[in-house]
């Protein structure tokens, strides 16, 4: 547990010293020494399990490293480090404008919660997700105070009228750390749907087997929690999921998890992500 622990710090101490590097000489406070790092390697490496979840208006889309990858790159002047400008990832996401967007990740020294909100005049072309070598992205820019960077970003909470989700509402299926489906809201309604006391919907069991999952040994179902207070998940293991577990239509367009078994404060509202162990 100790090597394990030693492990993940130094991978945290790492992804800070990168985005370090990336932006010296930038128009911030340039630190009085920088550690010398190797350039980022031109391909930057996948963390299969890492993603920046945009909320929007109570829907989530989320990117990995590849969708990341896949954006125009920009680099910062007098550093190795690139990525995409934190506009271009809330586009992807569909946002075309917003008050402001609160991006939460961990603090500079690696701990996890940390969060700064920008308003949409901060966020400009210069503020960029920069890629590290660890597969993550973290927040920085020149116009930023280095106190309020952020790095491994986990999520973007978007504020403002003006925002929508850009695509139809869908789940995305995760198996084994890699994104195997997307399941939009039109085919879940083209399964069988179920009624357990009030609510209607297919069954889990019935969507998963649409994104072609036979079997597994856990599942975690995340979205949001009852009220939609904040991000919520809902871990299942294998003989918890029954033909009484369903993904009830919403009168929003989505869909959430419930079943008999299931309280009503663990239900999972927006259901955005099943992640399939």
């Not at 547990?1 to 990336?22: D, E, I, N, P, T």
């Not at 930038?26 to 890492?50: D, E, I, Q």
Request: glycine share 10%; with cysteine.
């Amino acid at each position: 547990m100790a090597v394990a622990h030693l492990r993940r710090s130094a991978a945290a101490v790492v992804a800070v010293a990168v985005l370090a590097v990336s932006v010296a000489g930038c128009g911030a406070a340039t630190p009085t020494s920088t550690p010398t790092l190797p350039p980022t390697p031109t391909g930057v490496p996948v963390a299969p399990r890492y993603r920046i979840d945009v909320a929007v208006d109570g829907a989530l889309f989320s990117l990995g490293t590849r969708d990341l990858q896949r954006l125009p790159q920009r680099s910062l002047s007098g550093g190795p480090g690139k990525g995409p400008t934190l506009l271009s990832v809330l586009n992807e996401a569909g946002v075309k404008d917003f008050s402001t967007v609160r991006v939460t990740g961990s603090s500079p020294e690696g701990k996890p919660g940390a969060q700064t909100s920008l308003a949409r005049g901060e966020v400009v072309e210069t503020v960029l997700l920069v890629l590290t070598e660890q597969g993550t992205a973290g927040l920085a820019g020149p116009t930023i105070p280095r106190e309020r960077w952020i790095a491994s970003v986990t999520r973007l909470d978007v504020q403002g009228s003006a925002a929508t989700p850009a695509t139809e509402y869908a789940i995305e299926v995760i198996v084994r750390g890699e994104k195997v489906a997307f399941v939009p809201l039109s085919q879940l309604k083209g399964l069988e749907a179920k009624t357990v006391g009030e609510q209607q919907g297919p069954t889990l069991l019935d969507a998963l087997k649409l994104a072609g999952v036979q079997d597994f040994v856990k599942l975690t179902v995340s979205g949001f929690s009852p009220g939609r207070r904040g991000p919520a998940q809902l871990v299942l293991a294998r003989a918890e999921v029954n033909d009484q577990v369903i993904l009830d239509f919403t009168n929003k367009g989505t869909v959430k998890l419930t079943g008999p078994d299931i309280p009503n404060d663990k239900w999972v509202l927006d259901v955005a992500r099943l992640t399939v162990d």
